[in-house]
């Protein structure tokens, strides 16, 4: 029998239910788990053992019994507020922050009854495709020790495959759900642009932020989705539309759908054999069980990767000019002139990667640049955009590879941006267009490395999705995969 850590949500509702354990002691073993692994794969910016073991204790008392969540122990990405929690975002400049208020989602996972266990690392203000940006320490990947787990959600990803977490929120700008979900095994969602709230979230690109669960199969991962979805008024980017119940979207059935196979997203050179080998079978294997597979082209897709490193950044650029030793956050020591404070806060606070971004979006904004930089990327944005809606025209839903990889060694690209920036390639145009996305576990390379696929959904279709989705899951037995960490 396998240990309560491991469990999904959905197993221990069960388990709760039937009088075989207690919400006490899932939460103890949760804890046990944190202190036996966290020095090793250091997921956490925060631990809360004492307020997740209150709510585990208020869930035994009666919790929400319709509500099943109650008493299942998450975590949050520190770029969630949490009002009495530190909230960095895993920087220097945020190191002594805490939020008056809570997120949205913050709010929303706590009326369920969630345990909160924590509040995971990441790489600062999710700039970064590997944790290694962090502004405290790097995040590790459970498979494998000397290899990352994937960014910016990196801790979240790593805190729910090394069973640190049942499930954990993330977020995606670029692809930080998906490629870490790839990473490390697990399933990982980015919702449509507009289905989950961000009030709460710290900004990083306005245009393209979203957030979404990390959990460790479909069922987990859409009883998360029905608790934070909704239209909320705090956010005015937040969509209008009643949110349907995912959960009954996870029937094994993909009869008659249309699955296009983008022949961008197989180039010939930049992609490991394993991950092309592994995502090529995962498309065989639903032909086999119903579905259709159809060749199509988004021919904008090679420049998807210079357009977001213009918004992005430039967005950035932005919403980052709130950290000047002012109002909150780190404040430079000493009696220095009010510019030399600025000066000295922001490059004493901020990392290297941020100051990156912060300087690239900055140029493309300045006078005399923005029409040829940030105006251009913004027309390329919606070609990219009329690609995926051409594509519909043929298909339900599009196949691809999460990442051209799987995990690599720290380190390995921590001098090379463009080398970093690569590794989304395949993620970052669903963030331009603002649709849904889902990461799950296909397969593993020689090393015993996950891989991951990445199914793409039209706008505020996240039902097909998770259809197909779990049709695939349960035809195959890689989600009961569980990386063994050495002692």
């Known amino acids: 029998m396998s240990e309560l850590y491991e469990r ?15 919400w006490g002691e899932v939460a103890d073993a949760q804890f046990r788990r944190i202190a036996a692994v966290e020095d090793r794969v250091k997921a956490f910016m925060t631990v809360t053992e004492d307020a997740g073991r209150a709510a585990a204790q ?112 993330g977020s995606d700008t670029g692809g930080s759900i998906r490629q870490p979900a790839a990473f490390c095994g697990i399933v990982g969602m980015k919702p449509t642009y507009g289905r989950v709230s961000r009030f709460g979230l710290v900004a990083f690109g306005s245009s393209l932020d979203q957030i979404g669960p990390l959990t460790k199969d479909m069922r987990d991962c859409a009883l998360v989705m029905n608790a934070i979805v909704g239209h909320d008024p705090n956010d005015a980017t937040s969509v209008p539309m009643e949110a349907p119940d995912f959960t009954e979207s996870l029937r094994e059935d993909v009869r ?11 180039p010939e050179e930049g992609i490991e054999p394993a991950v092309r080998d592994a995502v090529e079978t995962a498309l065989a294997s639903l032909a086999d069980l119903g579905a259709e597979i159809v060749e199509v082209s988004l021919p904008h897709t090679e420049y998807a990767l210079p357009v977001y490193y213009l918004i992005a950044p430039s967005e950035a650029s932005s919403n980052l000019a709130r950290y000047d030793g002012v109002r909150h956050g780190y404040r430079t020591p000493g009696d220095v002139d009010m510019i030399e404070m600025y000066l000295k806060t922001r490059d004493e606070g901020f990392g290297a990667e941020v100051k990156r971004r912060i300087m690239l979006g900055t140029y493309a904004l300045s006078a005399g640049y923005y029409d040829a930089y940030y105006r251009k990327a913004q027309q390329v ?79 505020f279709d996240e039902e097909t999705l998770f259809r197909v989705g779990y049709t695939y899951e349960r035809s195959t037995e890689w989600h009961r995969a569980r990386p063994t960490l050495p002692p």
Request: charged content about 20%; aromatic content about 8%; hydrophobic content about 40%.
């Open 381 to 459: 944005r919606t070609l990219i955009a009329r690609d995926f809606e051409r594509a519909w025209e043929k298909v339900d839903l599009l196949l691809t590879p999460s990442t051209p990889t799987v995990a690599f060694p720290i380190g390995e690209r921590a001098d090379d941006p463009l080398a970093m920036y690569l590794n989304d390639i395949f993620t970052i145009p669903t963030n331009l267009a603002g649709l849904p996305a889902l990461s799950l576990p296909c397969g593993f390379s020689p090393e015993g490395l996950p891989v991951g696929l990445q199914l793409i959904g039209k706008a």
């Open 256 to 266: 008659g759908l249309r699955i296009g196979r983008p022949k961008e997203y197989f």
């Open 58 to 169: 208020r869930a035994d008392a009666g919790g929400d019994p319709f509500n099943p969540l109650s008493g299942v122990p998450g975590a949050l990405k520190d770029n969630m507020c949490t009002r009495g929690i530190l909230t960095t975002c895993s920087s220097k400049i945020l190191h002594n922050w805490v939020p008056p208020y809570d997120a949205t989602v913050t709010e929303k996972l706590m009326a369920t009854g969630m345990v909160l266990v924590g509040k995971t690392n990441m790489d600062e203000f999710a700039m970064g495709s590997s944790t290694e940006n962090s502004g405290f320490f790097t995040t590790r990947n459970p498979w494998d020790l000397n290899r990352v787990p994937g960014g910016s959600s990196g801790g979240s990803a790593a805190a729910v495959a090394a069973g640190e977490a049942v499930y954990a929120l």
């Open 8 to 22: 999904t949500a959905c197993e221990l509702v069960d388990l709760v239910k039937n009088g075989e354990t207690s």
